[in-house]
């Protein structure tokens, strides 16, 4: 079965500081990997998405991630935060068209 | 619609009581999921429909628990019985096709007190 693992479930960082946001999945085959974001009261939109092709995915507001088959990671990488992206980070898989399976998520606080 | 729309937006009951949540995907969306989020906690799979396929229950927790959905329309979950350790932000998502890339609705908040 497809898991997810957020190794970092709350992070604090400075404004300006550089962000990535670890995500490793188990499943041997073919993947789908998301990344979501909930702000504050919001509800959870799609930040990022991989499906094929280029490995470095690029999101809105700046964020990006990286597929690296060999490591089942897909880093979520940001070079500068800002104190807009306080929020809560999901990683999730969806492996060979069964469900999408959502990681425990991370709460990233962000300081001016 | 837009979105995805889910209500109520707020509900309080009272143990014991059922109660039933709506969701309206985006229209010609083939694939819907409840999730459930609770306090300080992720993500918790419910139950996922694609199109006219028998839908996977496997994360409905109880039997108390069930949800429908007509054709590629809306979708109920209906939690029967409440319990306090129901309380949770009930969220409801859509997609086009099974691959993801979901829109999540705004989500309905159940008290049960």
């Known amino acids: 079965a497809q898991s997810v693992s957020q190794h970092n479930h709350h992070v604090i960082l400075s404004e300006a500081a550089s962000l990535e946001l670890g995500c490793n999945y188990s499943y041997g085959g073919t993947v789908n990997l998301f990344w979501y974001v909930q702000y504050p009261g919001q509800h959870l939109q799609l930040l990022l998405k991989y499906f094929s092709g280029d490995p470095l995915v690029k999101g809105i507001k700046g964020f990006e991630a990286e597929f690296i088959k060999s490591k089942f990671s897909f880093n979520l990488r940001k070079p500068s935060v800002q104190w807009s992206d306080t929020a809560e980070y999901f990683c999730?898989?969806?492996?060979?068209?069964?469900?999408?399976?959502f990681g425990i998520g991370t709460k990233l606080q962000v300081i001016p | 619609g837009a979105g995805v729309s889910q209500s109520p937006s707020n509900k309080v009951t009272e143990k014991g009581k059922d109660v039933e949540l709506r969701c309206d995907p985006i229209?010609?969306?083939?694939?819907l999921y409840w999730y459930r989020q609770r306090l300080g906690q992720g993500l918790e799979f419910l139950i996922y429909?694609?199109?006219?396929?028998?839908?996977?229950k496997s994360g409905l927790p109880s039997d108390r628990f069930s949800a429908e959905r007509t054709g590629e329309s809306v979708s109920t979950l209906t939690i029967q019985r409440t319990q306090q350790e129901d309380s949770a932000v009930y969220l409801c998502?859509?997609?086009?096709?099974?691959?993801?890339?979901?829109?999540f609705g705004s989500g309905t908040r159940l008290t049960v007190v």
């Open positions: 429909f694609q199109g006219n396929s028998a839908p996977d």
């Open positions: 999730a898989v969806n492996a060979g068209y069964q469900k999408v399976t």
């Open positions: 998502a859509s997609s086009l096709d099974r691959a993801g890339g979901y829109t």
């Open positions: 229209s010609g969306h083939t694939a």
